[in-house]
């Protein structure tokens, strides 16, 4: 099929950008997205352009690199995946498709289509942990018996691959649904209520350093969200936050 | 020319790793803080090391490509990690774990490292659970584990279809809160291009800042790479297109000696090849073999009517369907160990037997599976055990419990419902057993640079067993480096900090700068991609699952010529001030 593309294209950090049209033809609908890209850049390339720039590694949907606003939507149309996992059999022949970076204060760009995230990781060091050090003779792994309900919410929580489409759909640029996931794995385990009180005060005022909005309780987050990350994750959050408030 | 000592300590292969440790040289905590550690790569090894030694006291500059450590390809692992708790009380042993890895590994691995790997499993899983690693867990609370190739025991402790991104983000959560008080400097965006050695020492290392273009200049005590693979010289692999074995060939470069590059592990269980435009291929993780059938039609007519489309697998009766791996070995069945299973995959394929257009694929049947675990939930249940719509639809769920991840994973790449129709499946590059050769303490035959994780070659002999990936990258890492690291850097203690205006530092910078130099004024006429591709043919046809003296002979003459043409006809377009990911892609394959 043939398509024209629409990219955000920017030199760096300091420079202003714009949307440049592309045509390109004979796109395969068993290509994914980021095949296409490929594809694209190999044109550019051998037509002595520069390629565009995007964020990718694993492209099986896990590591959490690509992260493409395509026609308005992180991701793209498809749900429950990554731009990496998108297919172009999802398209029509003839279709324009926009393709921009993620956009958000907390994500500034750094050329083209690629975000400086690292905003994230900040508010990881601030808490994200268990603080338990490395030692051959840490108690048995089964001396804690952990209700399976509260292990398989942990694990959905903790299935979060940081990408920040959450951040990149909501009006507000907020990161709550990133921050509640792991502030929620560590809340429901046994092992990481010694330090619940902390964790969430210190990730909170991470978060609100780093310039994420707040939550309006629009619920865009969940429904871009390519790992399914529940809503229920910030209400969760919301009461450890209270709670710990309270304590002081 | 250095000669290879293993430094395996003395004393029965039970006792030597405790004896190890009782004898090697300790660094007193305060002296530990006037001492610096570089590690690449973030990934299990990468990542666990780096959090363990800066647990310890020491100075650890941690460094990745990625824009996170978190998207470290470790986080790519599916199917589980083994550990010999025997929790599910079937006999299994330190002993067993360490024999069936042996066995696994054609009896090609290094013993002493493999009995310390199997006895330090167990202390991996406690450590994994007290960081708030969600494991799968049973109704009664405790650990669930499965069964994977290769063994008779269920060992492996997993978390759904994603037990590497858990045991990454834990290794990353201990890294964070490191990097939180300041004992971790993270160096994201940054790839190492060069390993500088002062007077035969690994000191430091030049790496470029992927965003500014910026080559810098970091000292260290000792150096640890934990990098990865080189599955990605085949170009088309189940790695990450990041995972490009850089750093490990710069050290080889530099005289570290790699040893058992012929081990690569083909993969059994791979999404087939659709089509030219693929850069990576998707792995379908081994656990699915506990519940997947393998097979091809019996006869030839048949698999050709599916290959040209007249044909539906689900048409076929039991008795026209050849489940190969069942008829020729009984005994492990689905489960036969990695290389076994893809050999088999090809051998039926080259009769004629392959199932998609390519002729390159077999299936990977779960209707036996929906129907066994839908009867099993119907009695549970108290429901009609033959009513075969409702049996279909409670083993339906029980599988989508199971691999839900995996079959959505499938279905969006392929197109088809591995619920209605078999999955396709064939072998593909996977994992390299072989790597940077390393001695009992994991040190590289340069002083003072380590080597962990795949990016070594000493576990998993010519054959990995599924599950043991991760298991090694998280022991050397935490468990075994920054104990045998303080051997080494306790004649460090009064070094002081390594000046990075040394003469050394000087000369691997400028060699990086020319070398960027002549990429970028090469001005060629093809791409970086298109040269890998050719490489990528070149490994796959001759150096591949089989080969013969003729192909590796043709394959050494073909890409010597191909690297000449690379550097003579190479285009890198843009500037080497900023960011330029084809000037990353060049800058790997130098």
């Keep these: 099929m043939n398509l024209t593309l629409k990219i955000w294209r920017q030199t760096d950090a300091d420079t202003k950008g714009k949307i440049v049209d592309y045509k390109i033809n004979d796109v395969s609908p068993d290509m994914s997205f980021l095949d296409m890209l490929d594809m694209l850049n190999e044109q550019l390339n051998n037509k002595g352009e520069e390629p565009v720039a995007f964020d990718h590694d694993c492209r099986e949907g896990i590591c959490g690199s690509c992260s493409l606003q395509i026609n308005g939507e992180p991701h793209g149309p498809d749900r429950y995946i990554t731009t990496c996992q998108l297919h172009m059999r999802t398209f029509k022949d003839g279709d324009t498709i926009f393709i921009e970076p993620f956009r958000a204060k907390a994500f500034p760009v750094i050329k083209d289509l690629v975000v400086d995230r690292s905003s994230f990781d900040r508010v990881q060091h601030a808490g994200g942990f268990i603080s338990v050090n490395t030692s051959g003779n ?74 994420f ?14 790992k399914g990350i529940s809503l229920e994750n910030i209400a969760r959050m919301n009461r450890e936050y209270l709670s710990a408030s309270l304590k002081g | ?16 790793w405790t004896n190890h440790k009782n004898k090697i040289n300790l660094v007193n905590p305060a002296n530990k803080r006037n001492i610096d550690v570089i590690v690449v790569g973030t990934g299990l090894a990468g990542g666990s090391a780096a959090a363990t030694l800066a647990e310890l006291g020491y100075n650890v500059k941690a460094f990745c490509f990625q824009d996170s450590p978190r998207r470290a390809h470790s986080i790519a692992a599916q199917g589980g990690i083994n550990a ?85 983000l834990g290794a990353y959560s201990a890294m964070n809160r490191q990097i939180g008080r300041g004992k971790i400097k993270m160096y994201n965006r940054h790839e190492m291009l060069d390993l500088v050695i002062v007077d035969g020492k690994a000191r430091g290392i030049i790496a470029r800042n992927l965003v500014t273009g910026a080559i810098e200049r970091h000292s260290a005590h000792a150096v640890v790479l934990g990098t990865g693979g080189y599955g990605n010289v085949f170009y088309l692999s189940t790695n990450a297109m990041g995972s490009n074995v850089t750093a490990a060939w710069k050290i080889h470069k530099k005289g570290a000696y790699f040893a058992n590059p012929c081990y690569t592990q083909i993969h059994p269980t791979c999404i087939p090849v659709s089509g030219d435009h693929q850069s990576k291929l998707t792995l379908m993780s081994e656990s699915l073999r506990n519940d997947g059938r393998i097979w091809v039609p019996a006869k030839l007519e048949d698999a050709k009517a599916i290959r040209e489309g007249k044909l539906k697998p689900t048409d076929l009766k039991e008795e026209d369907r050849d489940y190969y791996l069942e008829r020729r070995y009984p005994s492990f069945g689905n489960l036969v160990p ?4 893809s050999r088999a995959a090809k051998e039926r394929c080259d009769a004629g037997f392959g199932v998609n257009k390519t002729g390159e694929a077999v299936y990977l049947d779960f209707a036996a599976a929906i129907q066994r675990y839908g009867k099993e939930q119907a009695r549970v249940k108290h429901l009609d055990e033959n009513d075969a719509q409702l049996v279909k639809k409670l083993g339906t769920e029980v599988v989508a419990n199971k691999y839900g991840n995996l079959f959505q994973m499938y279905e969006k790449i392929v197109d088809q419902n591995p619920y209605e129709t078999p999955m396709m499946i064939y072998p593909a590059v996977h994992y390299t057993m072989g790597g940077i050769w390393v001695d009992y303490n994991l040190m590289t035959t340069i002083e003072g640079c380590y080597a962990i994780g795949e990016a070594n070659f000493s576990d998993h002999g010519a054959n990995r067993l599924g599950a043991s990936a991760l298991m090694q990258g998280l022991a050397d890492g935490y468990f075994v480096l920054p104990y045998t690291i303080g051997h080494y850097l306790a004649n460090d203690i009064r070094t002081g900090k390594i000046s990075t205006d040394l003469p050394e530092f000087e000369k691997a910078e400028n060699n990086v700068r020319s070398q960027i130099e002549h990429l970028m004024n090469s001005k060629g006429s093809k791409t970086v991609d298109h040269f890998h ?38 285009r890198v377009p843009g500037t080497a001030n900023g960011l330029n990911q084809e000037l990353e892609k060049a800058t790997t394959c130098c």
Excluded at chain 1, 215 to 226: D, K, L, V, Y
Excluded at chain 2, 1 to 16: F, R, V, Y
Aim: net charge neutral; glycine share 10%.
């Design chain 2, 338 to 341: 990695r290389d076994v299973a």
């Design chain 2, 1 to 16: 020319m250095a000669t290879l000592d293993s430094k395996t300590p003395e004393g029965h292969i039970s006792q030597k």
């Design chain 1, 213 to 226: 909005g707040n939550c309006t309780n629009t619920g865009a987050c969940e429904i871009e969200c390519p």
């Design chain 2, 84 to 168: 010999a708790k025997n929790y599910q009380g079937d006999g299994d042993s330190t002993h067993r774990l360490f024999y069936d890895t042996v066995k696994g590994g054609d009896y090609r691995s290094r013993e002493s490292n493999v009995y310390r790997l199997a006895e330090v499993s167990t202390n991996i899983i406690d450590q994994c659970v007290a960081q708030g690693v969600p494991f799968a867990r049973e109704y009664g609370g405790l650990l669930d584990n499965r069964s994977f190739g290769g063994v008779l025991v269920s060992r492996t402790f997993y978390a759904k279809g994603q037990t590497g991104q858990q045991l990454l």
């Design chain 1, 138 to 211: 840490t108690i048995d792994a089964n001396a804690i018996p952990v209700k399976k309900h509260d292990a398989d919410k942990a694990f959905d929580a903790a299935t979060c691959i940081g990408c920040g489409a959450c951040v990149a759909a909501c009006k507000n640029a907020s990161a709550m649904l990133f921050v509640s996931a792991k502030v929620s794995q560590f809340a429901l385990l046994p092992q990481g209520r010694v330090e619940a009180t902390d964790r969430v005060m210190n990730m909170v005022r991470q978060m609100d350093e780093e310039g």
């Design chain 2, 533 to 570: 591709k050719r490489l990528g043919k070149i490994m796959w046809d001759k150096v591949g699952m089989a080969r013969n003296e003729k192909g590796l002979n043709e394959a050494i003459t073909e890409i010597a010529a191909l690297r000449d043409e690379f550097y003579s006809d190479v």
